[in-house]
């Protein structure tokens, strides 16, 4: 038995991601398909790979019949330049959230929803929205007593 029998590289053809476990269709060298192929993910972290995605393939005692794909990465997408002991994920669209040096976490997205059953709390000196810092002393104007509205901060 060789290691190429027991290991091999391989790109996403096809991903079904309605399975408790996904699976995935894979090629693999010299035009080897094979179907519904356990991918096997991280826990707490799930992601549909696009096809041409690139994987690697473990195959028990080189039986060919039932393997598993342990790791998927897309060379297309994956942000470039992260500094020694940064995380990110990251969409193909652009979406990323960016844990970058300096404790700084970054969050790029089109819309951001945040649901919570309970309650939101920021705990922090400065929070600011368009540039005010609205955690800290800023002005109104139109101010009326009773149920009226303010004009935004300045």
């Known amino acids: 038995m060789s290691l190429d ?9 096809l991903a079904n991601a309605g399975r408790k ?16 192929v356990e991918h096997l993910e991280p826990y707490g972290y799930t992601s549909c790979p696009q096809s041409g995605a690139e994987g690697v393939a473990l195959f028990a005692g080189g039986d060919r019949s039932h393997g598993v794909v342990i ?12 500094k020694p002991g940064e995380v990110a994920l990251y969409t193909d669209e652009g979406d990323k959230i960016h844990f970058e040096r300096g404790r700084k976490l970054t969050f790029k997205t089109g819309t951001l929803n945040v649901e919570a059953s309970e309650e939101v709390h920021f705990k922090t000196p400065s929070l600011k929205h368009n540039d005010v810092n609205v955690g800290g002393t800023h002005a109104h104007g139109g101010v009326v007593r009773g149920e009226d509205n303010t004009s935004v901060p300045h």
């Open 5 to 13: 029998t027991l290991i091999a590289r391989c790109t996403v053809a």
């Open 71 to 82: 790791v998927i990465s897309d060379r297309r997408f994956r942000l470039k330049g992260l």
């Open 21 to 36: 476990l996904q699976t995935l269709q894979i090629r693999m060298l010299a035009g080897e398909l094979k179907d519904d």
